[in-house]
């Protein structure tokens, strides 16, 4: 009882173990993971390539000096990994300890590197519970009890191309989830995010994607940007960047990251971030993902997925939508009360499944991106199941 709580109703579920798609309680029990850890575990739980890495990374060093003083070869390495694999021209990696600090640290660098203060954001994003992360959150529940917070933050409605006028050159970034996670899976229309990336070239305001939950592979593509082309000025990383283990980055072109280092030196610095067995684990996984193609998985499984909810929805008029992309798929059911016990029944019938932030009628489905078709087959059978049941 003496650890803190943030929900009123905690899953409590006690872990003994976990491997793949499975969470395994010490009283026997094992729950098929449709969550991930909430898109942390897309190579599965404790795969062995990064237990391997892990443990090999702690026979040699633990924290050693604050971030950037010395040369630690798994930041180095993965630096390298991650830099092959981004859009160019994002090529220079600032590895932090979460996805939140991630935010932050994009935040700082496109207002110091455009001298600008201002900050656009979008109603129902959700960026982290840092201050600066929460200030341009898009859900004033969560943000009015800690206010005052950042000055100068506009929320503009997502997906909506013609309010982007309100993107002027006072604007020092524009920062956006691809597709809404929090606000409850909402992928914006083809035309959206390249509208964005048009007005902040002619505003000179730098666009973040924060691909904190998009990334590495879960909706198809190693980053959702990809879908639609869209290159942002920086990129925010964390959740499945580090196998399991806390990591973030941020990246960007050369010329914007250096501004951290310069005028003043020490710009923003970190004890732990990066960590040198976050980041051996970090490229474990990444080698993983890319070796096992997981993107392609996540957009095969997910089509198959997505199908089956449909052919569902057609049998059930408690579904009012099924969407996402990939294995980030997002099954809109037709009140609270009733997805509460959707979810509730599910976990009983050894299923874990989970809502967003920002939306009560929306049932999470983001299961690792290893999962087979027979483990798909044994969720959707629970689903099945759970929707039959007449309240
Ligand atoms: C899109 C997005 N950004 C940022 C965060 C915050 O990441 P963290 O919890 O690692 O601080 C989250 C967490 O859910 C997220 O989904």
């Known amino acids: 009882m003496h650890v803190c709580q943030t929900s009123a109703g905690p899953l409590s579920l006690e872990i003994d173990y976990a491997d793949g798609c499975w969470v395994h309680t010490t009283d026997g029990r094992r729950y098929l993971d449709f969550l991930s850890g909430i898109g942390v575990a897309n190579i599965g739980h404790t795969h062995p390539a990064v237990v391997a890495a892990i443990r090999e990374q702690v026979g040699k060093y633990l924290h050693v000096m604050v971030y950037g003083e010395v040369i630690q070869q798994p930041q180095v390495e993965l630096a390298e990994l991650l830099s092959k694999c981004l859009p160019k021209p994002l090529e220079v990696v600032y590895f932090t300890n979460s996805g939140t600090e991630a935010n932050e640290g994009a935040l700082k660098t496109a ?7 201002r900050l ?8 982290g519970d840092s201050h600066g992360s929460l200030s341009v959150t898009g859900r004033g529940v969560y943000r009015e009890p800690f206010e005052p917070l950042l000055p100068e933050v506009t929320f503009l409605p997502f997906d909506n191309v013609d309010r982007l006028e309100a993107i002027d050159d006072n604007v020092a970034a524009v920062i956006t989830e691809p597709i809404q ?10 035309h959206f995010l390249p509208a964005l990336r048009e007005r902040c070239d002619k505003t000179g305001a730098l666009l973040i994607f924060d691909e904190v939950q998009t990334g590495f592979g879960r909706t198809g593509k190693l980053f959702a940007c990809e879908r639609w082309n869209v290159v942002p000025d920086i990129i925010t990383l964390a959740k499945a960047l580090g196998g399991g283990m806390p990591l973030g980055a941020f990246a960007g072109r050369r010329e914007i990251m ?3 280092s310069v005028d003043p030196p020490l710009s923003h610095v970190t004890t732990f971030g990066g960590h040198p067995v976050s980041c051996a684990a ?3 996984s990444l080698r993983v993902m890319l070796d096992e193609d997981l993107p392609r998985k996540a957009k095969e499984r997910g089509e198959q997925l997505r199908a089956a909810l449909r052919h569902l929805a057609g049998k059930c008029a408690h579904i009012r939508d099924v969407r996402g992309l990939g294995l980030m798929i997002g099954l809109e059911l037709d009140s609270p009360e009733f997805t509460q016990q959707f979810v509730a029944r599910a976990l009983q019938r050894g299923l874990l499944l989970g809502w967003t932030l920002h939306s009560n009628t929306l049932v999470r489905i983001t299961p690792p991106l ?5 483990e798909l087959e044994t969720g959707l059978n629970i689903i099945e199941e759970c929707l039959k049941v007449k309240t």
């Not at 207002?111 to 203060?117: E, H, N, S, Y």
């Not at 656009?120 to 960026?127: D, N, R």
């Not at 290893?370 to 027979?374: E, G, L, N, R």
Request: glycine share 16%; proline share 3%.
């Open 120 to 127: 656009v954001a979008f109603t129902g994003s959700y960026h």
């Open 111 to 117: 207002k110091k590197f455009t001298g600008r203060r």
């Open 181 to 190: 996670g929090e606000g409850g899976i909402r992928v914006p229309s083809d």
């Open 282 to 284: 970090g490229l474990a």
């Open 258 to 260: 250096r501004t951290l």
């Open 370 to 374: 290893v999962i087979s078709k027979a």
